[in-house]
């Protein structure tokens, strides 16, 4: 450990880190030390080419960078002095030098590190007369990202994630001197599985998201933390949301789940929240053997008017339930009770897989299914045995992942399946009651990635139709049922602490305890 001091306030931190390493790994880089940096990022490999991050180190004739310059013991390090303001200064204006001055019609605008830091630090007036210079302007480098060459700064901070993160190096530097521009090479789109966090890395709005370009300014939107759902990984993200409506997710920093990155797939599945084919009404089967809608309170009273007559004439032995991996923790333990208080014995659970790198995206693409398993929910294999071979009756199904274990022709012959889920699919069919239920971005609760971090995901919108998560839902229905336990509103702070009361795994790690970043369940029995 080394004891420096910043402006006259000291620090002990690791010897082996720069400036800004050292104050990023103290949470106070821009947040009590401000260093301003453009070609600095704390998950990419040193540049060292914008220079402004110029400190003063007492002792030192000439000012250092702070980005390339290892902390040691005794160094006093100085930011606010007229030497490092003035370099400051003349950095900014040599980088304004061509800027276009196009910041009403820019995307990034709102959110620009050159607007922000031309105004902290930069100079009054510009000195230059001579006209910009002209680059490439809105051309298409990858199925998801714009380029404008002209707002380029030369950060390379693209270069450096393609080469270092997504290792497809799709990007470079061409030319020299001032007639360097960053362009992919020749015969290659900017095409990757990540390839959009080259957008959030810009500090300028050289690249833009073809999805997020010119949909809302982002003063409108409210960036509320929550975690990606697209997969088991469980990234962290800001949610950009405004007038009720889901705009964009970027990642947000969890260093123990995905650094400051997210794939491109689970960035754009925010787009299901809105969806054409979400489930806004309640669906019961009539006598006449077809779907019809109905008031959520009457398909209750149907499910569980069809649940008593089974339980009547063959008994509880007979119903199965299948839990949705994607239901949140406190889910999946209400359904748990729920079944309990029914006297269901068998149960399991399904999801859905795909590709997967060993980077950030997982195999299985449901945000909860380890949860799932912690609170004892089998593979369905087992369950799909007794379901075929005509030992099941009824089935209570949390969304529609059960048609990749039994087909619907297999499902068409059960007396009873009541269908809990999110978005119309080939499950109504077989269905007899459809009960819709609230997307993850739309409640709140805790979710268990694949390495059993229990993370928390907050209510950024509301469904404009008559919905509730799964577990209230169920809540509902278990009143109608008249089950022991079911006659209380719920809850999911109360209901997270009886989780953690209930399996000893998740003590501690409810709603409220589990913090910004999750944490990891213990190793004990769940």
Known sequence: MAKITIDDVQYEVEDSLTILQAMDRLGLLMHGVDIPHYCWHPKLSIDGSCRLCQVEIVGQPKLQIGCNTPVRDGMA???????????RE??????????????????QAGECKLQDYAYDYGVPHARTIEPRRARKKRVEIGPRVMFDQERCILCRRCVRFTREISKTGELAVFNRG???VIDTFPGTTLDNPYSVNVVDICPVGALTSKDFRFQIRSWFLKDVSSVCTGCSNGCNIHVGTAHNKVYRYTPRRNDAVNDTWICDEGRLSYHAIGAP?????????????????????????AAAARLRKLIAAKGAGVIAGVASPHATNESLFTF???LTALGVKLSGVTVARGEADDFLLKAEKAANIEGARRLGFAEISTLAERVRGGGVDGLIVLGHEVLGA??????????TVIVLDTHRSPLERVAHVVLPVRH????????????????????????TWEAYSDGETLTRLGAWLG?????????????????GAAHSAFAGHDFDSVGEHGLLLTKGDA
């Not at 979400?278 to 209750?300: G, I, K």
């Not at 109360?494 to 989780?499: F, N």
């Open 77 to 87: 390090v100085l930011t606010k002095t007229d030497r490092v303001k003035r370099a």
């Open 277 to 301: 084919d979400r489930l806004s009404f309640a669906l019961v089967r009539n006598a006449e053997a077809v779907l019809e809608e109905t008031a959520l309170a009457h398909a209750l009273e």
């Open 440 to 463: 993850a971005m739309e409640q709140c609760g805790t979710l268990t990635n694949h390495a059993g971090r229990v993370q928390k995901i907050e209510m950024v919108v509301e469904p």
């Open 406 to 415: 039994l087909d619907a022709t297999t499902l068409a012959k059960l007396d």
């Open 483 to 499: 089950l022991e336990g079911f006659n209380m509103a719920y809850d999911v702070r109360k209901v997270s602490q009886r989780l």
């Open 336 to 338: 748990q009770n729920f």
């Open 90 to 107: 003349g950095v900014m204006e040599l980088l304004l030098i061509h800027h276009p001055l196009d910041c009403p019609i820019c995307d």
């Open 178 to 180: 001032e007639a360097s």
